[in-house]
């Protein structure tokens, strides 16, 4: 997997708009960008995953510029159960490495 | 549709008891592999398999033993258990080892040892 930088921690308020971006200048051809969002105490679930450009679901959009070197997950007018750790992951290497993520506070 | 399987949820050791942490998955997924994530911490990943009988290292493999007989299951086996080993653990798969496909986690299995 390509090394991914991504900030610790992020405060925002109910109803914000939220990103967090993610750097991996070494994404190959290949690599398609995947994040993750755990809750405390669960194991961390899929939630979107693109390739280039824009995606969006139910849940955020995920932007990613031509050169691809980075990422960004928005996620629309958060609420409190948006308080989570949001990971991303890079490439589709068989040994999985998740960096320490980001860790979203999400205030009344 | 089960998904991952981990059992038990909960388990109290004592110092230097062994024991196994059952996964199993009903997905056919090719790749599985065993997390600990300490509180506060990020996820760490023990051992992996990339499909039945391939078994490999992570980034922190000391004090831990797997294999991988069936494509279902993948156990981990605390040789001797020590209050280091005091975590969360996740089991976790996907269809194949090397795509970027959707990885599946159990619920966790909370490990205390004294």
């Known amino acids: 997997l390509a090394k991914t930088t991504q900030p610790i921690s992020m405060d925002s308020y109910e109803g914000q708009e939220v990103n967090i971006t993610c750097s991996h200048n070494?994404?190959?051809?290949?690599?398609?960008i995947t994040w993750y969002q755990q809750f405390p105490s669960q194991g961390p679930r899929f939630i979107i995953q693109g390739y280039k450009t824009k995606v969006t679901n139910e849940v955020a959009s995920l932007f990613i510029p031509a050169d691809r070197k980075s990422s960004t997950l928005s996620l629309p007018r958060v609420s409190l159960s948006d308080t989570a750790v949001y990971y991303c992951?890079?490439?589709?290497?068989?040994?999985?490495?998740f960096g320490s993520g980001t860790r979203l506070s999400i205030r009344p | 549709n089960a998904g991952v399987t981990q059992t038990p949820k909960f388990q109290v050791l004592k110092t230097g008891q062994s024991m196994t942490l059952q996964c199993a998955q009903d997905m056919n997924h090719e790749y599985m592999s065993w997390y600990r994530q300490d509180p506060g911490m990020g996820l760490r990943l023990i051992h992996y398999s990339v499909g039945a009988g391939i078994t490999d290292q992570g980034e922190v493999p000391n004090g831990y033993n797997v294999s991988r007989s069936t494509t279902e299951d993948f156990p981990l086996r605390l040789l001797s258990a020590a209050p280091s080993q005091t975590s969360v653990y996740f089991c976790?798969?996907?269809?194949?080892?090397?795509?970027?496909?959707?990885?599946?986690f159990g619920e966790g299995s909370w490990l205390t040892v004294v």
């Open positions: 976790a798969s996907k269809d194949r080892a090397h795509s970027g496909n959707t990885i599946y």
């Open positions: 070494n994404i190959a051809t290949n690599d398609y």
């Open positions: 992951l890079v490439g589709s290497a068989s040994k999985i490495i």
